[in-house]
């Protein structure tokens, strides 16, 4: 009777809650292993090798680029590698640890709401949390990423991570990404590694051997390959035209302008000063646009270059825009402080938009 309440629950949440010593263990696997993985090196060449291990069992990864994975994993760039994965892990429950706060604030801080409506607006909010393209622990990896910039004065060896660690789900393949141009072995097995493994929280499909885990492999492992036949194909067709960067200053220019309009269209309709969620679509397809045309139009520049050139498209595009704004008049409605907030979140989220404008665009090139 003491395990009826209970019985309802998936197999692991029910071992959780009725085995102390499998509870412990899992907190310890979930809290303080990735603690440890950062601090201690042989633990990391341990995670490293267990998981090289599974994947030639698993049949993800042939033994020739198991040998050549094992025998580089004393590089002091692995090392960075594993760290930063270690801190990929640590951000996991950020995310869900935040939204279960903001929804059990929003009860508590709304006693005259039916509790019905209000636990039912605080799933929602959890809900939310779970499909927002940007989340806390998103943020923290992003966050992270920027600080190994910053720190090691290296943007290179960060130019993939730093932008896709800010985006939730795609942000834990951020340095397996990154590693495909150094240690390309290493970065599709890990890709491959978390992605299949991720498909097994899909019920019914995500047992071993499933097609959809088929898929993904096939998906984080065959595809880059076949990105990166397609990159550096178009990499010696390059070779001979000269590197442009200038038009993105027409780009952003235009897209500012476009944004200002939408402001003085917005403000003649409803008198008052449009959100950038009022125009999200907009905020959406603008920079993507911007983005795609940045790349296009680079010449002969490389990849790294022509990422780099949108991400400062799409900057730019922020700033005029709220130039655009301040100087049509709508900063006399906001305050100093706002203006620049409203600045600082259009830079960004054009930023992102320009740049994966800029990647999508790349990998549909043939």
């Not at 809650?17 to 341990?46: C, G, K, M, V, W």
């Not at 409506?117 to 943020?139: R, T």
């Not at 097994?200 to 492999?217: D, K, M, Q, T, Y």
Request: glycine letters at 8%.
């Amino acid at each position: 009777m003491l395990h009826l309440p209970l019985s309802m629950l998936p197999s692991g949440l029910h071992k959780f809650f009725t085995n102390l010593e499998y509870a412990r263990d899992r907190l310890s696997f979930f809290i303080l292993r990735p603690i440890r993985l950062y601090f201690d090196q042989e633990l990391r060449e341990q995670w490293l090798c267990d998981m090289v291990s599974e994947g030639k069992q698993k049949h993800i990864i042939s033994e020739d680029d198991a040998g050549v994975i094992l025998s580089k994993i004393r590089e002091p760039f692995i090392q960075k590698y594993l760290k930063s994965l270690a801190v990929h892990v640590c951000t996991l429950p950020v995310t869900q640890i935040v939204s279960v706060a903001v929804a059990v604030s929003y009860v508590f801080m709304h006693p005259e709401m039916p509790r019905t409506q209000s636990w039912s607006i605080g799933l929602g909010i959890i809900a939310l949390f779970q499909v927002m393209p940007v989340s806390p622990g998103s943020i923290c990896r992003g966050l992270y990423v920027l600080y190994l910039v910053i720190r090691e004065r290296n943007f290179k060896d960060y130019n993939v991570a730093v932008f896709l660690g800010f985006f939730k789900y795609i942000g834990y393949l951020a340095f397996p990404i990154q590693m495909a141009y150094r240690y390309p072995a290493l970065a599709r097995f890990m890709a491959s590694h978390w992605a299949t493994g991720a498909v097994h929280i899909v019920p019914v499909f995500g047992e071993s051997g499933a097609l959809l885990e088929h898929g993904v492999f096939c998906l984080f492992y065959n595809w880059p390959l076949t990105i990166r036949r397609r990159i550096r194909k178009r990499a010696e067709r390059r070779e001979g035209v000269k590197p442009r960067y200038w038009h993105a200053g027409l780009y952003a220019a235009a897209a500012g302008l476009i944004f200002g309009l939408a402001d003085f269209i917005y403000i003649n309709k409803s008198g008052n000063l449009p959100d950038l969620k009022d125009l999200w679509w907009l905020a959406v397809i603008v920079p993507f646009v911007c983005g795609a045309g940045v790349t296009l139009g680079c010449g002969g520049a490389r990849l790294s270059n022509r990422i780099i050139t949108a991400a400062v498209c799409g900057a730019v595009t922020g700033m005029i825009y709220t130039a655009i704004s301040a100087a049509a008049g709508c900063g006399s409605q906001v305050q100093i402080s706002g203006i620049t907030v409203v600045c600082i979140w259009r830079v960004f989220v054009f930023t992102v938009f320009s740049v994966v404008g800029a990647v999508l665009t790349e990998l549909k090139l043939k």
